[in-house]
């Protein structure tokens, strides 16, 4: 291999971030005529999420405008996946990585951002992920030399970076078909962003945000709007409807998926299956078509500690 070019060998990290496939859900709507319902499989970005998307973009516009610079750590606060993104990234990248996560998240996401090298500050799991928000904030307000403090709830770079390529693989898988769009609502930025860029490709497509039914919930990552600390990058007159998912349904969906698709997908993957298989069966009482394209956020492997699974 003396004097060949090596740098077009392989891909980095960074490069396997985004063009994930869009897989078909049959069997759930095989009892529903003149409707398709797709997921966007998110698991297949190098983290395993579709926060890879957002965090990459956070990491690579603070790296261009000088705010994450050699020695300074990434602080965020999170609720899992987007800090296995930024541990990924960090460790990928050479930079150390802080986050604060309520304490009962999975064990499986502890382990991996333990795997990766992470810093983890844990908070009170009764305080949920405005807890990881608060105690962030302390941190990076008590050393601002040492953080740089991503802040993914108000960073635009969230929400762009699905603007920038969620939406437009989504257009173009579907073939610009899509009558529908359908995803929860976590720091919003899957749902602002991918939003955004199809109103602009089609403005008729029905744009279907959902949040969980109560404060107390399963759906980890989601937020009770009413009750949560609002992330400042979510705009609630984005959405054509706004509807509920209860963890009890989620749990339901994810284990039917399960041995129905041969998919094991997460908790909050299957609340939005569940809360599009629900806009499928309107569309077809009403007597009409529909494409129908949800989020499937990541994989079953970081959930399978949860009891559901044999209940």
Known sequence: MS???????????????????????????????????LGKAEWANPGGSVKDRPASNIVLS?????KLTAGKHLLDATSGNTGIAYAMLGAAMGFPVTLCLPSNASPERK????????????????????????????????EPDKYFYADQYSNNNNWQA??????????????????????????????????????????????ISMQPDSPFNGLEGLKHMPTAIVPPIYDPKLADRLVEASTEEAY???????????????????????????????????????????????SADKYLSERFWQE
């Open 162 to 207: 699905h603007y920038k390529t969620t939406a437009n693989e989504i257009w173009q898988q579907t073939e610009g078909r899509l009558t529908h769009f359908v995803a929860g609502l976590g720091t919003s930025g899957t749902f602002m962003g991918t939003t955004r860029r199809l109103r602009e490709l089609n403005p008729k497509i029905q744009c």
């Open 3 to 37: 004097g060949a070019n090596t740098s077009t060998l392989g891909t980095s990290v960074l490069d396997r971030v985004g063009n994930t496939p869009l897989v078909r859900l049959d069997r759930l709507t095989a009892r529903l005529p003149g409707v398709v319902l």
């Open 252 to 298: 339901v969906m994810a284990k039917r998926i399960a041995r129905e698709e041969g998919i094991l997908m997460g908790i909050s993957s299957a609340a939005n299956v569940a809360t599009a298989l629900h806009i499928a069966e309107e569309e077809v009482a009403a007597g009409r078509e529909a494409i129908i394209v949800t989020i499937l956020c990541d």
């Open 62 to 66: 603070a790296q261009r405008e000088g």
């Open 111 to 142: 382990k991996i951002l333990a795997a990766y090298g992470a810093n983890i500050v844990l908070t009170d799991p009764a305080d949920g992920s405005d807890g990881a928000i608060r105690k962030a904030r302390e941190l990076a307000a008590a």
